[in-house]
């Protein structure tokens, strides 16, 4: 069973910088995104790769102060988010599909089990 482990949410301040990794258990999928949620609200793409071209994608929010990567030989996604602002608090999700740099959660066809991150004014 292909799993997703995320890891590296937590409490910031604003202005402050958080790491989100996503372990694949197995490298089958062609792309990696990051949601995010809120209570009450649909998930957000916030981010997406390509596996092996690394093409990318970025909500407007985020872009400039978020970058998503990837580590090959671990099998990882990474979601640097600096300059973090209250606004980004929210359960954030990885995701990994095969059908491209999808923005929306039907493009995913397996999720991990989402990690809090809270950023505070």
């Known amino acids: 069973q292909v799993q997703l482990l995320e890891s590296g949410g937590g409490l910031v301040q604003a202005g402050g910088s958080l790491r989100l990794s996503c372990a694949a258990s197995?490298?089958?999928?062609?792309?990696y995104s990051w949601f995010r949620q809120t209570p009450g609200k649909e998930r957000e793409s916030v981010a997406a790769?390509?596996?092996?071209?690394?093409?990318?994608y970025y909500v407007d929010s985020v872009k400039g102060r978020f970058t998503i990567s990837r580590d090959n030989a671990k099998n990882t996604v990474y979601l640097q988010m600096n300059s973090l602002k209250p606004e980004d608090t929210a359960v954030y999700y990885c995701?990994?599909?095969?059908?491209?740099?999808?923005?929306?959660?039907?493009?995913?066809?397996?999720w991990g089990q989402g990690t809090q991150v809270t950023v505070s004014s």
């Open positions: 197995v490298r089958t999928f062609s792309s």
């Open positions: 995701a990994a599909g095969r059908y491209g740099l999808r923005t929306d959660v039907y493009g995913y066809e397996v």
């Open positions: 790769i390509s596996w092996s071209g690394g093409g990318t």
